[in-house]
Nanobody
Framework: QVELVESGGGLVQAGGSLRLSCAASGQYSMGWFRQAPGKEREFVAGISWSGGNTFYADSVKGRFTISRDAVKNVVYLQMSNLKFEDTAIYSC????????????????WGQGPQVTVSS
């Protein structure tokens, strides 16, 4: 059984930074998705199981960095230069499916911490 435990999130001013963490019960391709109020869930960032390949939504490229600690099985999402429109619930996902056309979530989700960016 895949278990994901997230931490991080909170309230930050625009231009600030936050880091999310997701501890997994094993080594999987991982990703983050977010959902803002009244909007559909969208892909944010992903990383291969080895950590050798990372991929991002255009809206966060250059501002967010996904990484992983293979020993601890923890994936991080470092978010910098946050904007008001980054406000959402951010959910960690395991076994994300990456292709050049789309990034689809796997079956396993974390609990989803809230990230709120004040303008």
């Amino acid at each position: 059984q895949v278990e994901l435990v997230e931490s991080g999130g909170g309230l930050v001013q625009a231009g600030g930074s936050l880091r999310l963490s997701c501890a997994a019960s094993g080594q999987y391709s991982m990703g983050w998705f977010r959902q803002a109020p009244g909007k559909e869930r969208e892909f944010v960032a992903g990383i291969s199981w080895s950590g050798g390949n990372t991929f991002y939504a255009d809206s966060v490229k250059g501002r967010f960095t996904i990484s992983r600690d293979a020993v601890k099985n923890v994936v991080y999402l470092q978010m910098s230069n946050l904007k008001f429109e980054d406000t959402a619930i951010y959910s960690c996902n395991a076994e994300i499916i990456h292709s050049v056309l789309a990034n689809s979530p796997g079956a396993y989700w974390g609990q989803g911490p809230q990230v709120t960016v004040s303008s």
